[in-house]
């Protein structure tokens, strides 16, 4: 067989009726396109979250409290001595405090932290120095702060290195001005770092109920998160549903596996309108051999075998199943560029998933195509011939 | 003297039956004939005598109940369908009532649409097609679509895509069924043409006028044979009386 001549046939029939192929081909466009746009833009999530990842460098193991309950002031350094592993650590504590600089107050994130935690959130210094352990055991009312463009906004004017500014109405010297990084652990932008033993002073509480930890050995992590846990649970008397121990890229991980799940889930809707795109393909196809019955017989009066009519019809319904699959592919890579634009999440081109999606389509059009197709090859000539 | 001649039709015994509804229809009891090559022969009959459902078995779309046909020495009973699809490719050129040309393909591509099942190479195709449409004279026509052609330029792009594969036989059902008289006399004059060129042609009709023009005519009635007439010896008896 001379399949270059089935295309031609196939494609004059396609071109005869245009609107209708591309009605046809419609279902198969929105399910592809959509396919590629909510992988690319999950894809591109999830590379986000690889690439946090990749920045953090030292991987740290994260204890939080949740509930009412407290670890009580003493316990941070407990938990230090009594695992080996644990390289150093910081506790956390934060909540927005108001604050005054000359004239201006407003509130801002408190950030009360053991020296430790620039080091281990690797914080890039711009002015003047970090906070230190004198500064932490002598419970000093020095802080550093972030410089971004909200900060200036906030204060009218910009606090520098020696400038005193009043937190809770406590005068506090900026002893270090420091880059703002997007973090895990701070809740707020241009927060204000101070010692977590002078934070005591701004504000009573209980106890803390964040901490960092780093290990000696990255690969000593996931033991020493069960050491740590167990440690809170039997000392500190936390119910175990209040304490989660995880590690910072064990977090992401997690980030990472529910951004998937919630694109396979998604991408297995927008595939159920690959479902109906076949099912589309197959209604208009059962249809047109209905209409093309007398056709058919005329061309196996002239000698078309079952095997030229069947291949005839499929490769009309492969022909429309490709085009609906290649613009597909186009329109959801445009709309993803598109969405990744507007709203500035990051979107990957998804060479693979756009394959798997063409794929499916051509194969959608394949399975959906030959039932028809057979149905027209099996026609009894005599009968095909007197339809009208 | 026929004795010599090819034989591209013999019906033996020939009995077709079927089911219409619950009815058994016995539409032919027991046909058989012969068609020599390079005859032109009619087979008339009203409409239940059977010759459509001959028509079917003769050009392959159907078999026999009972009875054998081998055409062109080929026992049709004993092929698949899809060699049967071969035969009607290669060894028959079917001419309809109603054209049968497909609407979407212009003139010479539907004169070429046969050699595309014999898988011929393209160019020898649509070389092959132009030169059947000289034949049939339609030179000035190949590129037009079938909507923009008579009812007899139509039929006569019918007759040139039955010859394109040079077949063994013309199979014509009621060929000038839907056309005017003067059109209708055209057609048979082209058919007298290829009879002259060699062709062997057998054509169904109803009418008598149009059965007079072949060479030799099968009557049908009720499913069987009624008469078989050699109407060249008549006409050289008319034509003897004339003179």
């Known amino acids: ?388 | 003297m026929e004795a010599n001649r090819k034989v591209i039709i013999e019906v033996q015994d020939v009995v077709k039956q079927y089911l219409m509804g619950l009815n058994e229809v016995l539409a032919l009891r027991g046909v058989s004939f012969k068609v020599y090559q390079g005859e032109y022969v009619s087979i008339m009959g009203s409409s239940g005598s059977g010759k459509s459902t001959l028509m079917n078995i003769l050009g392959c779309l159907d078999k026999p109940s009972t009875g054998t046909y081998k055409l062109d020495g080929i026992d049709i009973a004993q092929l698949t369908e899809d060699q049967l699809a071969g035969i009607r490719n290669l060894k028959i050129g079917f001419i309809f009532q109603s054209y049968n040309l497909l609407p979407t393909l212009n003139v010479l591509e539907n004169i070429a649409l046969p050699g595309m099942y014999a898988d011929l190479p393209r160019e020898q195709r649509f070389e092959r097609a132009l030169e059947m449409g000289h034949k049939v004279g339609l030179d000035k026509r190949m590129d037009h679509m079938p909507y923009q052609l008579s009812g007899g330029q139509m039929q006569r792009v019918a007759i040139a895509r039955a010859l394109t594969l040079k077949p063994a036989i013309l199979l014509a059902d009621e060929p000038t069924g839907n056309l005017d008289s003067k059109t209708q006399e055209e057609i048979l004059d082209l058919f007298d043409q290829l009879y002259r060129d060699g062709s062997t042609i057998l054509m169904v009709t109803h009418e008598l006028d149009v059965a007079e023009r072949s060479r030799r005519m099968l009557s049908f009635h009720d499913g069987k044979q009624s008469s078989d007439i050699d109407l060249m010896f008549f006409k050289k008896q008319i034509e003897a009386m004339e003179t």
């Open chain 1, 1 to 388: 067989m001379n399949y270059f001549e089935y295309l031609l046939m196939a494609l004059r029939a396609i071109r005869s009726k245009k609107i209708r192929a591309f009605l046809t081909m419609l279902g198969l466009i929105i399910g592809v396109a959509s396919i590629v746009v909510i992988v690319s833009l999950g894809e591109g999530n999830k590379k986000q979250i690889q690439d946090e990842i990749k920045k953090m460098g030292n991987d740290l193991v994260m204890v939080n409290i949740q509930g009412q309950s407290y670890l009580p002031q003493e316990a941070y350094a407990q938990i230090c001595k009594a695992i080996p592993e644990i390289k150093n650590g910081t506790p956390l504590v934060q909540e927005a405090l108001g604050v005054q600089f000359t004239s201006a107050y407003d509130q801002v994130n408190i950030v009360g932290i053991h020296p430790n935690f620039f080091k281990l959130t690797s914080q890039e210094l711009l002015d003047g120095r970090l906070l230190n352990a004198y500064d932490f055991l002598r419970r000093q009312n020095v802080c550093v702060i972030e410089r971004t463009a909200a900060s200036q906004k906030m204060f009218g004017l910009n606090p520098r290195v020696g400038s005193v500014i009043r937190i809770q109405n406590q005068p506090f010297t900026v002893v270090g001005v420091i880059k703002h990084k997007d973090s895990q652990f701070v809740y707020a932008q241009n927060s204000i770092y101070v010692c977590s033993t002078t934070y005591r002073f701004l504000k009573p509480q209980p106890g803390f109920k964040q901490s960092l930890f780093a290990a000696t050995d990255i690969n000593l992590i996931p033991r020493m998160s069960k050491q740590i846990r167990t440690l809170i649970i039997n000392n500190f008397h936390l119910n175990p549903d209040e304490v989660t121990v995880q590690s910072l890229s064990e977090f992401l991980k997690s980030a990472q596996q529910i951004v998937a799940k919630v694109t396979a889930v998604i991408g297995g809707i927008a595939g159920i309108s690959l479902l109906v795109g076949g099912i589309g393909i197959m209604n208009i196809m059962l249809v047109s051999v209905t209409e093309r019955t007398r056709e058919i017989g005329i061309l196996k009066a002239i000698g078309a075998s079952q095997r030229a009519i069947l291949f005839q019809f499929l490769i009309e319904t492969i022909i429309i199943s490709t085009m609906g699959g290649l613009i597909g592919i186009f329109l959801g890579l445009g709309i993803a560029s598109f969405v990744a634009k507007a709203t500035g999440l990051p979107s990957q081109i998804p060479v693979i998933p756009s394959l798997i999606g063409f794929t499916f389509s051509v194969l959608t059009g394949i399975l959906s195509g030959f039932y028809p197709a057979y149905k027209a090859a099996r026609l009894n000539p005599v009968d095909a011939l007197r339809a009208t």
